[in-house]
């Protein structure tokens, strides 16, 4: 994929039922989907923002492993990451004591010029922190691990 900028389908956000302190890997016009009161665009560079409350991350999937330490010393959010059991950052995440999701494969998203694309490799949706725990546990998404 030439751009991994893809927008998380609003359903997710449904099932979460929570407003965001910051959603830290925002598109550039955001894409109203997010329940956030603060973005951070690839303008902004979320990686070297200062994060606060309650933080929602997309990150792109190219390159995810400096977001994810990023959100993990954080210590208070939700993430949405493809499933990728080979990878050393997954390998971190699942070692870990944060509760995950599986998401429905073959999710759709929508791209920058508004199609929607259907993402073939699985997601994951995880938590850290007791606040986003429990968001997680009330979202009814699926079988918590």
Excluded at 89 to 112: A, Q
Aim: aromatic fraction near 12%; charge should be negative.
């Amino acid at each position: 994929m030439a751009n991994d900028e893809m927008y998380t389908p609003s359903w997710i956000f449904e099932a979460l039922n929570t407003e965001f302190d910051l959603d830290v890997a925002s598109p550039e016009n955001g894409t109203g989907i997010v329940p956030a009161k603060q973005f951070y665009s690839i303008k902004d560079d979320g990686l070297v923002q200062t994060w606060n409350g309650l933080v929602w991350m997309n990150p792109p999937y190219s390159k995810p492993a400096p977001w994810i330490d990023k959100w993990l010393e954080h210590n208070n959010g939700l993430a949405l990451l493809p499933l990728s059991g080979n990878s050393k950052w997954f390998r971190k995440l699942w070692l870990s004591e944060c509760p995950v999701v599986l998401i429905t494969p073959n999710t759709s998203f929508f791209d920058p010029s508004g199609l929607l694309k259907t993402i073939w490799v699985g997601l994951t949706l995880w938590a850290v922190g007791a606040q986003a725990t429990q968001i997680l546990q009330q979202s009814n998404l699926g079988k918590i691990r």
